[in-house]
């Protein structure tokens, strides 16, 4: 917060607290960017025809991060 405060300039006030409960998105949440593309969603559908597995598959969640402009950090990118 006093970094932020500094980059802006300015004293921020709000009060950054933890999380208590954390809520998952509704389904059609899920994977977003993912669900955008049409041809892609083919694919996962044929995968995971049941909707919760596809929401829990790592391999959507790392597309969807990608899609959504996220790279894969470096540990990722390399197979050992």
């Not at 998105?25 to 960017?33: F, I, L, N, P």
Request: glycine share 6%; hydrophobic share 35%.
């Amino acid at each position: 917060m006093a970094e932020a405060g500094k980059r802006l300039g300015e004293k921020i006030h709000t009060e950054i607290l933890p999380a208590e409960t954390f809520y998952l998105a509704e389904d059609y949440h899920q994977k977003y960017m993912l669900r955008r593309d049409r041809s892609l969603m083919r694919d996962f559908t044929r995968m995971y025809p049941k909707v919760r597995d596809f929401i829990n598959s790592t391999a959507a969640a790392r597309l969807n991060g990608l899609l959504g402009g996220h790279p894969l950090p470096e540990s990722l990118r390399t197979n050992p």
